[in-house]
């Protein structure tokens, strides 16, 4: 990484404010491949950081900004997924991506904090679903770059080989591979509100402890995973089946005594939020497929809550 020279100006605030749209760009690019806002975040600064650090007569020189900053961040985020393998064999229990609420849905807000706020800026859309960051995060470091590069954010096979650092055919063949995954795995079949409405019924269900009305909303090999990361209870191993799944929630209401659960969009779909008072102790998504519930996934951590709490009702 290039230093800044003692005769090269410092960045001033107008060199700040000018890049300051791109901020929104990076972070949904750097969410996509991360599935962790708070990753996305670090990613984003540290490119704004290398930014800064060139010489003045290096910026002057460099035509697109926002494709430089596109290309760093694209490539501290491949560096990221390469180690996270690792990091997720420490990892307590499953790792689940983060996730995102909407702030219009909650009735006080806290003005002027949008921009503080990176969830603010992540643009909702298939790509942000629970059950495509899922999808994507099966996939190797290189696939989900070369794939979300392309598919997603419209950089041509050449751009992407130079931050993967293969050649254009190479990077074609892997996105090619990702989006074939992607097809096969996320084939949704069930219209807006009916998942809404979906979500209601299992709401209702639980909240009255009704195994037999939980089961019939449940496909028969549904899956329930918690992310406590090791920060809040939550079990260390997924449930598997619908007797099994309507058994452990009503379980969980029962330890719980009273049941708050809201209807929020959690990653642009519909899902709950479990509250104690104004306190979000969780944060539910769901795969819904041919009218039932197929996978319910359960953020526990409090780390990935931050964009979730004082948020109330």
Not at 256 to 281: F, I, K, S, Y
């Amino acid at each position: 990484m290039e230093t800044t020279g003692g005769n090269e100006r410092p960045p001033t605030r107008s060199d700040e404010d000018l890049l300051e749209p791109e901020r929104r760009n990076l972070t949904n690019v750097a969410y996509r491949l991360l599935g962790s806002l708070t990753e996305a975040e670090d990613a984003v600064q540290e490119a704004y950081t290398r930014w800064f650090a060139l010489p003045e007569r290096r910026r002057d020189a460099i035509s697109s900004p926002h494709a430089w900053l596109t290309t760093v961040v694209s490539r501290i985020c491949l560096d990221q997924l390469r180690s996270a393998r690792m990091r997720r064999e420490r990892y307590v229990g499953p790792w689940i991506p983060e996730p995102l609420p909407v702030r219009a849905e909650w009735s006080r807000l806290t003005l002027g904090s949008t921009a503080s706020d990176p969830a603010d800026q992540i643009t909702l859309d298939e790509s942000v679903e629970m059950a495509f960051l899922i999808i994507l995060d099966s996939m190797t470091p290189a696939e989900r770059v070369a794939f979300m590069l392309h598919d997603v954010f419209r950089l041509p096979f050449n751009d992407v080989a130079e931050i993967v650092g293969r050649t254009p055919g190479a990077c074609r063949e892997l996105a090619s591979k990702a989006r074939h995954r992607v097809t096969a795995a996320h084939n949704r079949g069930t219209g807006a509100p009916r998942r809404a409405a979906i979500i209601r019924e299992f709401r209702q269900a639980w909240q009255a402890k009704d195994i037999n009305a939980l089961v019939t909303l449940l496909d028969p090999s549904v899956t329930a995973a918690a992310d406590g990361g090791g920060r809040a209870m939550a079990s260390p191993v997924p449930v598997q089946g619908r007797e099994a799944v309507a058994q452990f929630l009503v379980h969980l209401a029962n330890l719980a005594g009273r049941l708050d659960l809201l209807e929020r969009t959690v990653n642009g779909q519909p899902g709950l939020v479990a509250m104690n008072g104004n306190n979000v102790l969780t944060v539910y998504a769901f795969d819904i497929d041919d009218a039932h519930i197929q996978r319910i996934w359960a953020i526990r951590n409090p780390d990935k809550l931050r964009s979730w709490a004082n948020r109330p009702a």
